[in-house]
């Protein structure tokens, strides 16, 4: 079970950075949008 978890933590590692690189161009958009 423990192998199991493994792979699993790494997928959710994976998928936490392409959600970070696509949070900044979030905020900055939302900042532009509250500048409006």
């Not at 192998?3 to 690189?21: C, H, K, T, W």
């Amino acid at each position: 079970m423990k192998n199991d978890d493994v792979p699993s933590l790494s997928q959710d590692v994976i998928a936490s950075v392409p959600i970070s690189i696509v949070h900044p161009p979030d905020s900055a958009i939302e900042e532009q949008l509250t500048t409006k």
